[in-house]
């Protein structure tokens, strides 16, 4: 009976790990799919990460609630944070582009999400841990910020160009206008001494005909 319970406990681990292994799988094709979606940036599932840097092409703005999420990789989660991540991706937070290309100001997709959230850690939960945990959690903290800064740096720049875009084209169709004002004018004013010269043409050719009539008549 003994052996029985060792198989039957070593079949529940297997089917456990395999279970693990198949939601993990699951969970880097959605964040995958995602990540493509978002930043036009295509990653093989096996290759998604969540504690990112400036090296990656992309990053994750994220809420308070599921910062915990990115302080470590997939790898190092376990079921429960690979089901909440499937159901928490594009809602409680997004991938979003992060390349050289836009650090050196190049304008930034449409549809973004808003910049950085800069996620806030548990002071007490770091106290209780570990150092090397600790220097992680801030290691990873201090690299968001950084990511964050030049964010907010590249956004500023893009609003300034888009006022700037704004702003030009306000003053040419200003002028336009401006144009089309002074055309009609134009076309008014000329419109008018035609039809004075016309009048002035009608009368001249009514006085050449009295004075046939009046010539034949003598």
């Known amino acids: ?5 060792l198989y039957q406990a070593a079949g529940d681990m ?3 790990t395999s279970e693990d292994g198949l939601l993990l799988r699951r969970c880097r094709d959605r964040l995958a799919a995602h990540i493509e979606r978002r930043t036009g940036v295509k990653v093989e599932p096996a290759e998604v990460s969540l504690t990112t840097n400036q090296s990656h092409a992309y990053t994750w703005t994220y809420t308070a609630e599921v910062a915990h999420l990115f ?3 997939l ?3 376990g079921i429960e944070a690979y089901q ?3 159901i ?3 809602r409680s937070f997004h991938a979003v582009s992060f390349t050289k290309t836009d650090l050196a100001g190049s304008q930034l997709r449409s549809g973004s999400p808003p910049p950085f959230c800069v996620p806030t850690f548990n002071v007490d939960a770091m106290e209780s841990g570990n150092v ?3 220097v992680r959690m801030l290691s990873h903290q201090l690299s968001m910020m950084e990511t964050s800064t030049a964010y907010d740096a590249i956004t500023r720049r893009q609003l300034q160009e888009n006022i700037s875009t704004l702003e ?3 003053e040419r169709l200003a002028q336009e206008a401006r144009q089309q004002q002074e055309d009609a004018v134009y076309h008014r004013d000329f419109f008018y001494r035609l039809l004075e010269a016309t009048d002035q043409l009608n009368l001249t050719i009514a006085d050449i005909h009295q004075d046939y009539i009046r010539t034949v008549n003598v």
């Open 1 to 5: 009976m003994q052996r029985f319970d």
């Open 14 to 16: 297997g089917q456990e």
């Open 71 to 73: 302080s470590q990789d």
């Open 75 to 77: 790898d190092d989660h």
């Open 84 to 86: 909440r991540l499937c």
């Open 88 to 90: 928490e991706v594009g």
């Open 132 to 134: 090397t945990e600790r």
């Open 168 to 170: 030009y084209e306000n």
